[in-house]
């Protein structure tokens, strides 16, 4: 098996998690960093229409910073849901495991944290022991992320009352992408 590092860390942008009280003159942070320690499975997903040498070049532009991020689809991101994880690993048929165990693999299925996201052509499968939430205001707790995702919807609501008044927040990434889902 090959060396690794004790953790790895994905950055996300445009998280709907709200992590300090949003101010006029500055928009609220929506970074989040999700540290997965000790690592049991690293698996890079690609589209298999993706030409080969893109698909064994991203995960090291990911890696070098190199890229300008990627957009996670809709839908399709999920620590839990085992259906939606084959769904995407089906989805985005060339898996590169580059670490540990392959997916789906009776030790993988152990790991108590397991990680699956696409964003669009590429995506990614980890599993770990343990998983660490970093804000810039700090290590936010798994019981707190339901919370902080129903202050962010207030946020939400707030900064499209004020938009384009005395009292509007400066322009939101995340509100301004954001439509909520229609029931």
């Known amino acids: 098996m090959a060396e690794w590092p004790d953790l790895v860390q994905l950055e996300f942008r445009g998280a709907q998690l709200l992590f300090s009280n949003p101010t006029i003159e500055k928009a609220p942070s929506t970074m989040v960093a999700l540290q997965f320690r000790n ?4 698996s890079f997903l690609s589209d298999k229409n993706m030409p080969v040498e893109e698909v064994n070049l991203w995960p090291q532009k990911l890696q070098r910073d190199e890229t300008d991020g990627f957009t996670c689809s809709y839908g399709f991101f999920t620590f839990i849901d085992d259906v939606l994880i084959q769904e995407i690993v089906r989805e985005l048929s060339t898996v590169q495991t580059v670490f540990g165990e392959k997916p789906f693999s009776p030790d993988f299925n152990k790991s108590p944290v397991r990680m699956c996201f696409r964003a669009g052509g590429v995506g990614m499968l980890i599993g770990a022991e343990s998983l660490r939430i970093l804000s810039h205001e700090g290590e936010v707790l798994l019981s707190e992320v339901e ?6 919807w207030s946020y939400w609501k707030q900064y499209w009352q004020v938009k384009d008044t005395a009292d509007a ?12 889902l229609q029931e």
Not at 39 to 42: F, I, Q
């Open 39 to 42: 690592p049991t499975s690293v």
């Open 147 to 152: 919370e902080k995702n129903r202050q962010w």
């Open 169 to 180: 927040y400066p322009v939101d990434y995340a509100c301004e992408v954001t439509i909520p």
